[in-house]
């Protein structure tokens, strides 16, 4: 039987996935690999899809996990988590542009917007495992 309750680890999961998938391609562009990059990047996109939908399927049927750390660690929470669900709202229209204009070889265009995408997807997908660590495993 499918158990709810493992869905926070997964996302954790696909989100370390997605990161270290985001600097492997990031690595194959700075090399001139752009096929390898391109496999890299469908890879990240993919494993932050699934972690949408796991994400989405969690929150549906469990709702939010309060926090219960108290004194400074709760300052420290909610200083990664703050700006992580910022960027996260922003990262799918980004990430989304990126892909687009990387799919269709606007390699100028996608160049300029993927300066900005990578790093704020690399964030969210770090400060992402950071928030479920201290959620869950704090």
């Given amino acids: 039987m499918f158990d709810v309750m493992m869905l926070p680890a997964v996302n954790a999961t696909l989100n370390a996935t997605a990161g270290v998938l985001l600097v492997l391609g990031y690595v194959q562009i700075r090399r001139g690999q752009v096929a390898t990059h391109r496999k890299f990047m469908l890879a990240a996109f993919a494993a ?38 910022i960027l996260a709202a922003l990262i799918l229209p980004l990430a989304l542009i990126t892909l687009r204009r990387g799919l269709r070889r606007d390699d100028a265009r996608h160049r300029a917007i993927a300066r900005w995408t990578l790093p704020i997807w690399l964030y969210v997908s770090v400060t992402g495992v950071i928030v479920y660590w201290m959620l869950y495993q704090m």
């Fill in 48 to 85: 932050s899809a699934v972690f949408l939908v796991s994400y989405v399927t969690y929150h549906a049927q469990v709702g939010s996990q309060p926090f219960t750390g108290q004194g400074a660690i709760r300052i420290v929470y909610f200083a990664v988590l703050i700006p992580h669900i």
